[in-house]
């Protein structure tokens, strides 16, 4: 979750030597020292949730403690090694990161690397369908309260923004619960698929893990729907969060551009007021817009964590909430790094889109 | 507050202190929609506090009680008689629960602002006028945290802090501690970026010729400049807070039943009950969660619109005099007091 303040923009200006900035510095540069931050921030993240994992304990006396006596306790604390000192760990830790080895689950034994891609696609699935929800509704709203400023529509669709930001979304998630699946039975109370379509889906070759394509591509209609039906709650919960931020953005920046001689003389030469909303307005916002966008993937990652417990979604989210709760640190590391390197990535192409657009981001 | 002083500046040195106070100030530059939402807003925030403040008297039953005189409470009672929101599955008072929440909501509001404020506002000066190596790594570090999902990092160090105990003390340290941890980069932007425009100001400049010391200077000098855009964060952040507390709760890591209410805890045990159309001991804290954030955020929103130039919104000063609509009325620049954008830190 972050705050309703409009874009607030990476700081990589600032990071730049500035002998960069009297060079000029190509788009190759500034790509190659954005794409080099990556590292430190996926370092800082790992380091402090490595070492705040630890400062309770070591894992296994977490997840097994009171269940074994001391002494085999002592033994299995010996044999994975978590009894030497913190930072010839911590190296290892980051040693066995760096080869692509995430480790193994204690509660359920399983590999990490394996856990992370089953949940993964379940919550970019999520993430996906939310997107297409929050861009659906956000953008065209966002436009009509820019163009009618100041009138009933605007005053209604800001509101309307706000309401979505202060309803938390399991709140949303267990009220649309309550009314389409319990109330009026339209749509499944809980999960990704029925059990037959899930059974069915798995059977697949090769299957991607997310439903909805793995159903387009068995061409199994009664499959399709099935996971169509489910997804459309937890999409539209997740979605109206996010979709609120977006209506926010798209009026402030439209507002912002529609007010610039251009789209004047564009009027005056006889430019469709829609087309002028559409289009000469809305093209030069998209830079703030895409740079929030970024930010909004932690946003929906975090508020994936939430939609996935109310609506059991199987998701990441919906497995850290079990890990956590099983003290499995092992399991919950593995996701903390993997979202961190996700949300790493997506401001590198965030900030990579948004110089491409505007040269001046790159000076 | 007639509507001929609305056009005062904000920083118009001679108009009275309570009218240069954040809230008020911002009141008096309010027309319309955005009047009627600050209003809105005050009115909701004025109602949680006062509920919070006046929670013994206006709560029925105690937060944890489960039985009075006449016996045990019945679990799961459909709102009405002597229980006017029903019971819960655990047989607690449902209005009680709501109402005894808002003192949890407000003290980790407290402690989670007054704590990041604290923290950031001290990195972000140090960071923002010392500069150098240790500014970069702070600003990479502080972009880390802000990147990153918040309320993951807020349940990683609500287990570290509270590590499964749960007395009213530890459990709102650890939801505010958690939540401070994600809110200081965000104070630290605003204040970095401040202070590195004020540094170069002349008045910096000349509290150096005359010899104040640096930390005289941060202090007394840059402090003061730089901490104008507080009262937004702290209204936004102040609403942040109270989500993150929520999901905190609703993921189970929040504070127990029996030392305080809090909402997100009780929507966690609601969301069962949904299932089989249960619907009162779900919909009444969520009811209050956005109420309060709501409020705040709805102060918070008319204050950050009506810093900006660009969104404030226009007295009409005579309607429909010009065809052409808002556009044409656009202010054509902004007065020199008016308070920087917080967009563009």
């Not at chain 1, 923004?161 to 202060?166: D, K, R, S």
């Not at chain 2, 819960?88 to 407000?106: F, K, M, P």
Request: proline letters at 5%; zero cysteines.
């Amino acid at each position: 979750m972050t705050t309703l303040i409009d874009a607030p923009p990476s700081d990589a200006d600032a990071l730049l030597p500035p002998t960069k900035k009297q060079a000029g510095g190509g788009l190759g540069q500034y790509i190659l020292v954005r794409f080099l931050l990556i590292f430190p921030t996926i370092l800082i993240l790992v380091t402090m949730v490595f070492f705040l994992m630890r400062v309770t304990g070591d894992p296994i006396t977490a997840a097994m403690g009171g269940r074994l006596p001391p002494d085999q306790l002592q033994e299995r604390i010996h044999a994975a090694g978590y009894d030497r000192p913190l930072l010839v760990q911590y190296f290892e830790y980051l040693g066995q990161l760096a080869t692509g080895n995430f480790g193994t689950t204690l509660s359920d034994n399983r590999k990490v690397i394996e856990m992370l891609t089953t949940y993964g696609a379940a919550t970019l699935e999520l993430a996906i369908n939310a997107l297409i929800v929050a861009l659906l509704v956000g953008i065209p709203l966002g436009m009509i309260a820019a163009h009618r400023r100041d009138h009933l529509p605007d005053a209604v669709l800001r509101i309307l923004a706000i309401l979505f930001y202060a309803t938390p979304v399991f709140f949303a998630g267990m009220l649309m619960k309550l009314v389409f699946s319990v109330w009026l039975g339209w749509l499944p109370v809980a999960g990704r698929a029925g059990t037959r379509t899930e059974l069915s889906l798995t059977a697949l070759e090769a299957p991607t893990g997310i439903y909805w394509l793995d159903a387009l591509r068995s061409g199994n209609t009664a499959a399709f729907s099935d996971v169509m039906s489910h997804a459309v709650l937890p999409a539209v919960t997740l979605g109206l969060l996010t979709a609120g931020v977006f209506l926010r953005l798209v009026r402030t920046n439209v507002i912002g551009t529609l007010g610039k001689d251009y789209v004047e003389a564009g009027r005056s030469r006889g430019v469709s007021e829609f087309r002028l909303v559409t289009k000469h307005a809305y093209k030069p916002a998209l830079i703030p817009i895409i740079t929030v966008m970024g930010l909004q993937i932690a946003v929906l990652l975090g508020g994936a964590v939430l939609t996935e417990t109310t609506f059991e979604w199987k998701g990441l989210g919906f497995q850290l909430a079990n890990y956590l709760t099983a003290r499995d640190f092992v399991a919950v590391q593995g996701i903390v790094v993997l979202l961190a390197v996700i949300v790493a990535v997506t401001n590198f192409i965030v900030d990579i889109i948004a110089a491409l657009i505007d040269p001046r981001v790159r000076y | 507050m007639t509507a001929e002083t609305t056009l005062e500046p904000v920083t118009n040195p001679r108009a009275s202190f309570v009218r240069r106070l954040p809230v008020v100030s911002h009141f008096n530059k309010s027309v319309g929609l955005q009047r009627f939402m600050l209003v809105v807003g005050l009115v909701l925030t004025g109602i949680f506090l006062l509920t919070a403040l006046a929670a013994p008297l206006l709560a029925p039953y105690g937060f944890a009680q489960l039985s009075d005189a006449d016996g045990s409470f019945p679990t799961q009672q459909a709102p009405g008689g002597k229980h006017l929101l029903g019971t819960t599955v655990g047989g607690y008072d449902v209005l009680s629960r709501v109402i005894w929440g808002t003192q949890t909501a407000l003290m980790v509001i407290i402690v989670a602002v007054v704590l990041s404020i604290f923290a950031g506002v001290i990195l972000g000066l140090v960071s923002g006028y010392i500069g150098g190596w240790l500014d970069r790594v702070l600003v990479v570090v502080a972009d880390a945290i802000y990147a990153f999902p918040s309320l993951l990092l807020a349940i990683v160090i609500a287990i570290v802090i509270s590590g499964g105990q749960s007395s009213l003390l530890g459990g709102i340290l650890a939801a505010a501690a958690s939540i401070t941890v994600v809110f200081i980069p965000q104070y630290f932007r605003v204040i970095r970026a401040e202070t590195i425009r004020l540094k170069a100001e002349p008045f910096v400049e000349s509290a150096k010729v005359v010899g104040a010391s640096n930390v005289r200077i941060m202090s007394r000098h840059i402090f003061r400049n730089a901490t104008r855009t507080l009262p937004l964060i702290f209204t936004l952040n102040a609403s942040e807070a109270i989500l993150t507390l929520a999901g905190l709760g609703f993921l189970g890591f929040g504070i127990e039943p029996s030392s305080a209410a809090e909402w997100g805890f009780d929507l966690n045990k609601a969301l069962a009950d949904v299932t089989s159309g249960i619907w009162w001991t779900g919909l009444f804290p969520g009811l209050a969660i956005v109420w309060t954030v709501l409020g705040l955020t709805l102060v918070g929103e008319s204050i950050n619109d009506l810093n900006d130039p660009r969104l404030r919104g226009r007295r009409r000063t005579s309607r429909k005099a010009v065809p052409a609509g808002p556009a044409a009325t656009e202010p054509a620049a902004d007065g020199p007091g008016t308070e920087t954008e917080l967009s563009n830190p």
